[in-house]
């Protein structure tokens, strides 16, 4: 993979011709999933896409007058740490809210590519023509903002409020959460296998521990390298790093502390694994909770499909550790 610094012109301006291709359709699609009941709105999206539709064909006449017909074979998926749009069109619970929402984050990610591709380029006519999309992508933004102004009453200030929430999200919950989850699951099953393998409290805790800090280090290296925050908005990725390295240690942690207890305590090993299991149940319906509250996710469903993953885990650890 290449990072867009390493890329050409000729495959920057086709690029943002792919780009600009997927947000028309994205557009289209949240203008067909509103025409029946908000019409005004679905107007709104239909204009987005069009001008959207209209960045395409203005790229692609600037790019054949200069390259040719040929298009190089350049997706985002290809660009370290390039912006990646998220399927939020097949979600079931998807509403004008979200959409709008979404909307405000595509605006405003495709403006920093604009602006950050800007400041690459040499040509000075393929600068004005970044620049200026980006300017355009910036108006589209606050044109977002005003279809929650007009449809659920709130204010401009609001909106901005709702919009730095999701830069918050994209910063620290994402990442934060992404730890949470493997630290909390990954770890079931090595901690449980050694706790049944050897039925003593001090080995287990040190296995656990083993797991936890090193999957708190792969985490936060993964993530931190997987994203250089740029373009996409998510913030520094050594920070990023940092709480997805953490989160995921903690919620490793979390469930081998109970191994603290001494093995000369009375029926000690049964002692610290039903502390451990509780843990891990209060860590699983945590999880669930903040997928609710920060990831539009319905609760039963966030906790039907962490439990079960979290029993699979824990179910896997106890059969090999009692083989």
Known sequence: MKALSELTEREVV???IASEEEDSRIYQSFADRLRSDFPASASVFDAMAEEERDHRNSLYGFYR??????????????????LKRRTVWWSPHLDLAKMRREAELMELQAARFYETAAGQTLDVGVRELFTRLAEVERG????????HEAHLTENAEAAEEAARKRLFVLQYVQPGLAGLIDG????????????????????TFLVGLAASVGAGISMGLTEALSDDGQITGRGSPWLRGLVC??????????HTLPYLVPDSWPNAFLLATSIA??????????????????MDTPFLSATYQVIVGGVLVLLAGIFIGSA
């Open 14 to 16: 086709a690029l943002a």
């Open 65 to 82: 007058s200069r390259f040719g017909e040929h298009l190089p074979p350049i997706r985002r998926e290809d660009v370290r740490g390039f």
């Open 140 to 147: 589209h933004e606050r044109k977002a903002s005003q279809l």
């Open 184 to 203: 909390s699951v990954s770890t079931l099953a090595p901690l449980f296998a050694a706790a049944f393998a050897t039925q003593n409290n001090k080995e």
């Open 245 to 254: 390295g953490f989160m995921t240690a903690a919620g490793g942690i979390g």
């Open 277 to 294: 299991a509780v843990v891990v149940a209060a860590e699983l319906v945590a999880i669930s909770w903040i997928r609710t509250k920060y």
